[in-house]
């Protein structure tokens, strides 16, 4: 049984799911809640899975981050439209701690070495379908696996280290594909291929994914802004590049590898559809507004990608 304390912040479709599975493989796992706290503290978590449900009548609950007891690794499942909020919800730390992110999006890490020391953050990429469904309720519908690799201010390759295998090592023991990456930040870039064109086309064509794959047109959409991605990803690498390490690069043949597995996944709607159908915020910076930000400094035109941050944005506003 591992003897690392998980906070959880954030007890929706991602934090409700992986700290589920966490608690119920021995973990010592603690959930900091809002609007599901009363529900959650009283009748504990259910997860329809896939892969096995979970049902944990009892759980460790708070509302209040100053009553945790101080952790090991902080497990930050927020949607980054909240990450304002993240120093006033940050549980008490033991030395050492890792602070990890399973956000979407682009930068995250940075926010996050702004709170604690870079040393300490690491990243998690989560390639998941789950959606929370009602209070302290999550039903996880295809996929599970997270990718993880430890943050350096430099955005530079950095090794694995001992404490990201044994966080590797508590997940594989709760039944969390895992695998760890030494290039957290290409990973990051490779997420976005995918996150980019889905996330914002659901929003403005009103479709799941595989109503966005139907139409050859969208098809075709999706995979010009897969290689807007692709080319910003590989042109950012080659500007902080090191003489001494092979070049990072992104084969434009993985936008093709993209849609041929979105095409296998079950029917989807995004989780920033999800967000716009409810009528709350969207991650519309996180996810478009970076990498399109990222691409206007580095001199790259995407017009499909700055079109489509556009029109979210349009529509995201009050």
């Given at each position: 049984m591992s003897a690392k304390r998980y906070a959880i912040i954030g007890t929706g479709a991602i934090g409700g799911y992986y700290g589920a599975r966490l608690q119920q493989s021995g973990c010592d796992v603690h959930f900091l809640l809002r609007s599901d706290y009363d529900h959650v503290k009283k009748q504990?978590?259910?997860?329809?899975?896939?892969d096995g449900d979970i049902?944990?009548?009892?759980v460790n609950a708070y509302n209040n981050p100053a009553d945790m007891p101080p952790m090991d690794v902080v497990v930050i499942a927020l949607k980054t439209t909240q990450n304002h909020c993240l120093?006033?919800?940050?549980?008490?730390?033991?030395?050492?701690a890792i602070v990890l992110t399973l956000q979407n999006g682009l930068g995250i890490e940075d926010e996050l070495a702004q709170l604690v020391l870079p040393e300490q953050v690491m990243g998690g990429l989560c390639f998941i379908c789950s959606n929370k469904v009602g209070q302290g309720h999550i039903h996880h519908l295809d996929y599970g696996k997270v990718q993880l690799g430890a943050y350096s201010a430099s955005h530079q390759k950095r090794a694995l280290t001992v404490t990201m295998m044994e966080i590797a090592d508590d997940f594989r023991a709760a039944?969390?594909?895992?695998?760890v990456t030494d290039d957290l930040f290409m990973a990051r870039w490779r997420k976005l291929v995918w996150n980019?064109?889905?996330?914002?086309?659901?929003?403005v064509l009103?479709?799941?994914?595989?109503?966005?794959?139907?139409?050859?047109?969208?098809?075709?959409?999706?995979h010009t802004l897969m290689t807007?991605?692709?080319?910003?990803?590989?042109t950012w690498a080659a500007t902080i590049a090191d003489a001494a390490v092979p070049l990072r690069q992104i084969p434009m043949t993985f936008a093709t590898d993209m849609l041929a597995a979105t095409t296998r996944m079950k029917p989807y709607r995004t989780s920033m559809k999800?967000?716009?159908?409810?009528?709350r915020p969207l991650e519309v910076e996180a996810i478009l507004g970076n990498p399109v930000r990222a691409a206007d400094k580095l001199g790259i035109a995407t017009p499909q990608m700055k079109k489509l941050y556009h029109q979210v944005k349009q529509l995201s506003s009050p």
């Open positions: 504990g978590l259910v997860v329809e899975s896939v049902t944990l009548p009892q120093i006033e919800l940050m549980p008490p730390l033991k030395e050492g039944k969390i594909p895992i695998n980019v064109p889905y996330n914002g086309l659901s929003v009103d479709a799941t994914t595989n109503e966005l794959m139907a139409d050859e047109e969208v098809r075709s959409q999706i807007e991605v692709i080319t910003i990803a590989n999800i967000d716009f159908d409810a009528g």
